[in-house]
């Protein structure tokens, strides 16, 4: 009955690869969420998808592509990873009608060598 | 641009010690005010909240926050801590998109 999932939990790549980042809610929610916490703990947007259109695009390199096959998954694809790419990436997910609560899901953290 | 500040980057404080951490934003217009807890190793979890109404809000785990709009302060309170109260802390405002401005954190560790 896990809200907000998101897989892998845990990803070591080398620099140079391609990897991707996948997350589900099952909360019904029609927005959805990508954000990214280095490591001194800050948080900031990455992305935002309302019904799987892109409506929150922050200053990301284009080597992240955010994709949203249906309301419930919000994927993050990353090409040609960076060291600076390692952190923790949480998704989360937010209703139309409560847009003001976010729900995180687990994070996934990903270390890039 | 928006901003949020969480002056207090880590506490250090003994178990039945009162908390109180702070938050400042930059914003004129209408907020929506979170504490968000995230516990070592964890998601991050939602304490409370303030839309509107009462500026005192009482969340979970016997934490409150009292919305000062004068100061564009919203200052997180507990009056005896736990050891469990471990955790790092984010104050976050919510402006007129679905953008959820962050704190920079505050780490608490509670010792017994």
């Known amino acids: 009955d896990t809200a907000v999932s998101q897989t892998p939990k845990y990803l070591v790549t080398q620099m140079g690869n391609d990897k991707s980042i996948k997350c589900e809610q099952n909360l019904g929610h029609d927005t959805m969420y990508w954000y990214k916490q280095d490591s001194k703990k800050f948080l900031k947007i990455m992305f935002s998808?309302?019904?799987?259109?892109?409506?929150i695009n922050e200053t990301v390199p284009n080597r992240f592509s955010p994709k949203s096959p249906d309301k419930a998954h919000l994927n993050l694809h990353i090409n040609s990873l960076e060291l600076g790419d390692s952190a923790v990436y949480f998704c989360?997910?937010?209703?139309?009608?409560?847009?003001?609560?976010?729900?995180f899901g687990p994070g996934t953290r990903l270390t890039v060598t | 641009a928006q901003s949020v500040s969480q002056h207090n980057h880590h506490v250090i404080l003994s178990e039945a010690a009162s908390l109180e951490l702070g938050c400042n934003y930059s914003y004129g217009g209408t907020v929506n005010l979170f504490w968000y807890v995230q516990y070592p190793g964890q998601h991050l979890q939602l304490l409370l909240k303030?839309?509107?109404?009462?500026?005192l809000v009482k969340g979970i785990k016997g934490f409150e926050a009292e919305f000062i709009k004068s100061k564009f302060s919203f200052n997180l309170r507990k009056p005896s801590v736990q050891w469990s109260d471990t955790a790092e802390y984010f104050c976050a405002v919510k402006v007129s998109t679905d953008k959820l401005i962050f704190g920079t954190g505050t780490r608490l560790q509670v010792f017994p």
């Open positions: 998808y309302n019904n799987k259109e892109l409506i």
């Open positions: 303030y839309f509107s109404g009462d500026p």
């Open positions: 989360a997910s937010s209703s139309g009608q409560s847009r003001y609560e976010q729900y």
